[in-house]
């Protein structure tokens, strides 16, 4: 941790700067999770100790909740699941994600103290817990998550009070951290990471955080190195400035950001973009063609139908109504591209989830075509190397791909591996299958331009083998990774 000090953040209280020089996709420091859990509805999907998503896990036999990948992951996972396990086969019952969290948290700081490495630059007493600042809804659900881990708490474990259980809450709540899982397209599971916790927020940050899942598939555990975050520089970074990342996404409205801000993590943001509502209004602009423009009333008249539709879209898909999701979909747009830019939010919204579900239907020219507008959106929306870019640039990549544009396909998939290569560097399993989407669409694109006819014959042949994998199942939004932070349900 000699590349970062605490210091005190003028109108934030602490926060962490850099004490040397750092250039885009430099690791500023990587920290290992107090511990983490996988969310409640996945609990049978993910392993519990590597984070991967398998199709067939093992379950533990002691308590019948716990899943793992194998023997290996199992016996790595054992010191963290231990008493975990022996209190669920006492208790009855699984108890949600809160209570598990909150008390593998509690069982490592019995065992080590509050300062359980080196580098943890800060004690779990000394993070905010922002008890006194809750709602009254909030604070009952909170009590009711107390009530329910006293019950479930082993009387053989040290006892605490009410004050201290409560803290664990409080944390867990503003400071738990979304883990993804291996290829960083789910949230799987939440985590505590004290130093993260010391970062502050700016809603156009010098830093982003991605999880490296480490290497866990020697059979000895002695061999595996652990899960941790990485904090990674945007660009260049000054000695000496404060170190930031964005807490929620970008792409909503300064206002909408400084709500739930104020909501999750209680403290009004003042940053440049909120106080400037800078780029605002491209966010909600309207389209101009020919040097004519439509009028405020026109824009606002197709923003508000763009909404409605956005709710009836949202509800068809988390239905599985897909053919109906299209529809809807095509509707608004038919109706609104020509009044609204191709940087409003609601419309690039549209644009995604379109480009998604129509790749999951295979009709992969229509997705492609939606995929491109949501990425030539976002390049004016986000950080160039924001990683919802990165992400975006290689899902219209493998579209085009799928849809025989190979040109766009490579350029696209070029753009995403630039970005991922500083969002989350080179031995990430996402940027490594993007290099190997980068060589295989840069060997095709040379075969079109050589032989159009001997690439289409051998790209029939490629798809037959799927060398880059279909789209999955649209998910729910809730499902994606919006947030840095888990908000607790």
Request: glycine residues 6%; contains cysteine; negative net charge.
């Amino acid at each position: 941790m000699e590349n970062v000090a605490i210091f005190d953040a003028p109108g934030k209280g602490r926060g962490l700067k850099a004490t040397k020089e750092f250039w885009a996709g430099d690791v500023i420091f990587a920290e290992p999770s107090v511990a983490a859990v996988v969310f409640d509805s996945l609990a049978e999907r993910i392993c519990h100790s590597c984070f991967r998503t398998q199709d067939k896990l093992q379950r533990c036999g002691q308590c019948k909740f716990a899943h793992y990948c194998d023997r290996t992951c199992q016996r790595a996972g054992w010191a963290e699941h231990k008493q975990e396990c022996g209190a669920i086969k006492a208790y009855g019952k699984t108890p949600n994600e809160n209570i598990r969290l909150v008390a593998r948290i509690m069982w490592r700081h019995d065992k080590e103290g509050s300062v359980m490495s080196d580098m943890q630059l800060t004690t779990l007493e000394e993070l905010e817990d922002h008890i006194a600042d809750m709602q009254e809804d909030e604070l009952k659900d909170v009590k009711v998550d107390i009530h329910n881990f006293l019950d479930y708490w082993p009387r053989t474990s040290k006892q605490h009070t009410i004050d201290d259980i409560s803290h664990f809450f409080g944390v867990i709540n503003c400071n738990g951290f979304t883990v993804s899982d291996q290829r960083g397209l789910q949230a799987v599971g939440v985590g505590l990471f004290p130093n993260l916790c010391l970062v502050n927020h700016d809603c156009w940050p010098n830093c982003t955080v991605i999880l490296n899942h480490g290497n866990q598939s020697a059979v000895n555990t002695m061999f595996h190195s652990q899960r941790r975050i990485e904090l990674r520089s945007l660009g260049k970074i000054e000695e000496g400035e404060e170190l930031t990342v964005a807490y929620v996404d970008f792409l909503n409205l300064s206002e909408e950001r400084r709500r739930m801000l104020k909501a999750q993590y209680f403290f009004d943001c003042t940053c440049e973009h909120c106080k400037g509502h800078i780029k605002d209004d491209l966010k909600m602009a309207g389209t101009e063609v020919d040097g004519v423009k439509p009028t405020e009333e026109q824009v606002k008249e197709a923003t508000d139908y763009c909404y409605q539709m956005l709710e009836k879209m949202d509800n068809a898909r988390l239905s599985g109504n897909y053919h109906e999701v299209v529809k809807i979909c095509k509707d608004c747009i038919e109706k609104t591209e020509p009044v609204l830019a191709n940087t409003h939010i609601y419309q690039i919204r549209m644009w995604s989830t379109l480009s998604e579900v129509q790749a999951y239907l295979q009709f992969f020219n229509d997705a492609a075509e939606y995929s491109r507008k949501m990425v030539e959106g976002y390049m004016k929306l986000y950080h160039p190397n924001n990683a919802a870019l990165g992400m975006a640039a290689m899902r219209a990549g493998v579209t085009h791909w799928q849809g025989g544009e190979i040109e766009t396909a490579h350029a696209m998939i070029c753009r995403a591996y630039g970005i991922l290569m500083v969002t989350h560097g080179p031995t990430h399993p996402i940027t490594k299958d993007l290099e190997s989407m980068r060589m295989q669409t840069e060997m095709e694109l040379k075969m079109f331009k050589q032989n159009e006819y001997v690439y289409h014959s051998m790209r029939e042949a490629a798809l037959k083998n799927k060398p880059m994998s279909m789209m999955h199942e649209p998910r729910s939004v809730e499902e994606g990774i919006k947030n840095l932070f888990h908000r607790r349900k």
